[in-house]
């Protein structure tokens, strides 16, 4: 069988060039969409994320104000820094990076940040408007995963989704849209876990099977029938004396064992990871949109 390795990039730019369009006809209207970054602390791959998405907001024409705190950051400080940016009218999105240190409460944190301008998504009240099928920001991983189907024209609605991982970020909010009464939802979902009993016996009955785990090399041939379709989340460092840095990336999938047997396969780097910013610039420019009626 001929996999397609679906190209995230290409799919990622596609979107964006459409975004750009749309930052361009909001700046008519003198809008110019604008999100706050937080970051506390000197975590290297939160700081690389971070960077990462401010660049992406500067080639998008969307301004970004960068709060880089140090790690003695107090909770009371955090949160008054959320509420100054709640109430500035450049700021139509507040990214909160996380993990958060500690001594941060990062619950607290996050459901400060009001709602119209929660363009992670993460807050209780836009995660209850995400299940009851309402508008609302759609968490930027599992929104970009329905994106890359969606682009390469794998229809849900009948499938057997198998997704594996349950986290707040990306397994829960995935199930939920997958479920929906919608042209990219209308799936039938089953969601597994470190509970699971056998996930293998799961994973074969899938027609696409998502894997969110962070386990490397997790979902094996065996695991995989014949003709599914593959999306990776897992971003996982293995180390690799042979690379300059010491490590390379890999997913929560056996890709080289899957590629002959699998319809469609996601690679990583450069499969689900460019589509969860792409999405956070959606969000984003969708807030200035409703700040603007
Ligand atoms: P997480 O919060 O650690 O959740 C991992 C999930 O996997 C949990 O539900 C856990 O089960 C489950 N799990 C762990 N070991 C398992 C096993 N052996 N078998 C079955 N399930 C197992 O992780 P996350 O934040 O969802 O992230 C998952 C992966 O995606 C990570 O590699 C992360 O780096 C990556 N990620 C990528 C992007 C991107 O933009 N590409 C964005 C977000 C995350 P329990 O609930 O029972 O503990």
């Known amino acids: 069988m001929v996999t397609k390795i679906i190209d995230g990039k290409q799919i990622a730019e596609a979107i964006r060039q459409q975004l750009k369009k749309e930052v361009a006809e909001l700046s008519t209207q003198h809008i110019i969409p604008g999100l706050g970054v937080i970051l506390v602390g000197d975590d290297p791959a939160s700081r690389s994320y971070v960077t990462a998405k401010e660049k992406a907001c500067g080639e998008m024409g969307i301004y970004s104000r960068d709060h880089r705190l140090s790690s003695d950051t107090t909770e009371e400080e955090l949160i008054e820094l959320v509420n100054s940016l709640n109430i500035d009218p450049a700021i139509h999105g507040i990214l909160v990076q996380l993990p958060l240190p500690a001594h941060i409460d990062e619950k607290k944190v996050l459901e400060t940040i009001v709602p119209e ?20 920001f759609l968490p930027c991983t599992p929104h970009g995963v329905l994106k890359l189907l969606e ?27 997958l479920i929906q009464k919608s042209s990219s939802g209308n799936a039938t979902v089953t969601v597994c876990h470190s509970r699971t009993r056998d ?6 009955q899938a027609d696409i099977v998502i894997a969110a785990v962070g386990s490397p090399a997790l979902i094996t041939k065996d695991m995989v029938k014949e003709g599914a379709v593959v999306i990776d989340v897992g971003v996982n460092r293995v180390t690799d004396p042979s690379r300059k840095r010491g490590f390379r990336l890999c997913g ?3 890709f080289d064992s ?20 792409t999405m956070l610039l959606f969000n984003t420019i969708e807030s200035a949109k409703a700040a603007g009626e």
């Open 258 to 277: 899957l590629v002959g047997h699998v319809s469609h396969l996601t690679p990583v780097p450069g499969g689900v990871g460019p589509l969860t910013i």
């Open 117 to 136: 301008k929660d363009v992670d998504g993460f807050s209780p009240i836009n995660v209850g408007r995400m299940v009851l099928g309402q508008k609302t």
């Open 151 to 177: 682009y390469s024209n794998i229809l849900t609605e009948g499938k057997h989704v198998v997704i594996v991982g349950r986290s707040n970020i990306v397994g829960k909010p995935l199930a939920n849209m």
């Open 252 to 254: 929560d999938v056996d």
């Open 199 to 204: 996930i293998g016996a799961m994973t074969r």
